[in-house]
């Protein structure tokens, strides 16, 4: 076969199969440097507890971002006791506009989540780079990607930044998980709820070990480590020994089957500065980044029937 025949042959398979990947392959982080530079934006703001005019900062930042890329977001705020007193908590969600309707009034299929919170410490400065600022600029470079190039995969997912991830103290089940337990109310006794959710965890972190819970739901940890190996990630992405409490355990009570996209933790000297180390900006790679969203960009691919 001549090369300018297997050439042509290439780019048609590489179309057939999903073009994206083959056309943005010669600078194989753009994804992952443009969710970096979305992550430094909010770092710069600083540690960003819930109830701070930080965190505040940090939404509007966010809010920006995908309003300009097309999406419609709205805020869900609500006040809760904590171990340090009440506290004012507010999500934000964000929907893309199908053919000029309410785009609240369209059915979804799935859910794209990330805590939107630092941990709060009262004498230390945790601005939480990996946990999880990393995974709400991913979710709004994916965002901004979706709505230029598969605006009808966008207006099948509802995007979710949850307040209070984190526990003020230690996580129980009324500490911790505030806004994804606020959340799944919306959805409780719908009769159409979203039929998946990917929650994103810590992320972008060098030398990327992602290690899922180990009751994930089947099918969504396969459509995962499928689209992990096709990305040729499969040895940064394994499976945890053990449950894991995080965002995904309420939607997933609730019957939203969600999988937890999550950095193995236990292995991070600097998870919450539990053992040396520091959750900022040094502790960040576009490639990690960058792979975490092909992976998670192809497992959407799978999911809404494009193989």
């Not at 979710?139 to 190039?149: D, M, Q, R, T």
């Not at 509802?158 to 003020?168: I, M, R, S």
């Not at 999988?259 to 960040?284: C, E, M, P, T, V």
Request: one cysteine or more; aromatic letters at 10%.
């Amino acid at each position: 076969m001549k090369p300018g025949l297997l050439f042509i042959l290439l780019i048609v398979v590489a179309l057939a199969t999903g073009g994206y990947w083959f056309v943005r392959r010669p600078d194989h982080a753009e994804l992952g440097q443009a969710a970096l530079q979305h992550t430094k934006e909010i770092l710069a703001i600083g540690p960003r507890p819930p109830g701070t005019k930080e965190l505040g900062q940090v939404r509007e930042l966010v809010k920006s971002k995908l309003t300009a890329a097309g999406w419609v977001v709205v805020e869900e705020e609500f006040e809760r006791d904590t171990p340090i007193g009440k506290i004012r908590f507010v999500n934000l969600r964000a929907r893309f506009p199908a053919g000029g309707a309410d785009p609240w009034k369209q059915a979804i299929e799935g859910l794209l989540c990330a805590h939107i919170d630092s941990k709060y410490f009262k004498d230390d400065v945790f601005v939480g780079a990996d946990d999880s600022a990393s995974a709400c600029g991913a979710i709004v470079e994916i965002g901004k990607f979706l709505a230029k190039s598969k605006p009808h995969q966008a207006k099948k997912l509802e995007l979710v930044f949850f307040d209070g991830e984190e526990a003020f103290v230690e996580f129980t089940t009324l500490d911790g998980l505030y806004g994804s337990r606020q959340y799944t109310a919306n959805w409780r006794n719908s009769p159409s709820k979203p039929r998946f959710g990917i929650l994103l965890d810590m992320i972008g972190h060098k030398n990327l070990r992602i290690a899922m819970p180990s009751d994930s739901p089947l099918e969504l940890k396969d459509h995962v480590m499928a689209a992990a190996a096709d990305e040729k990630a499969d040895q940064s992405f394994k499976m945890f020994a053990e449950p894991i409490l995080d965002d995904h355990v309420p939607l997933n009570q609730v019957g939203i089957p969600t999988i937890d996209i999550i950095g193995d933790f236990q292995q991070f000297s600097w998870w919450h500065h539990r053992a040396g180390g520091k959750d900022d900006l040094g502790n960040l790679s576009a490639e990690s980044l960058d792979i975490s969203m092909r992976v998670t960009l192809r497992t959407l691919d799978r999911l809404f029937g494009k193989k």
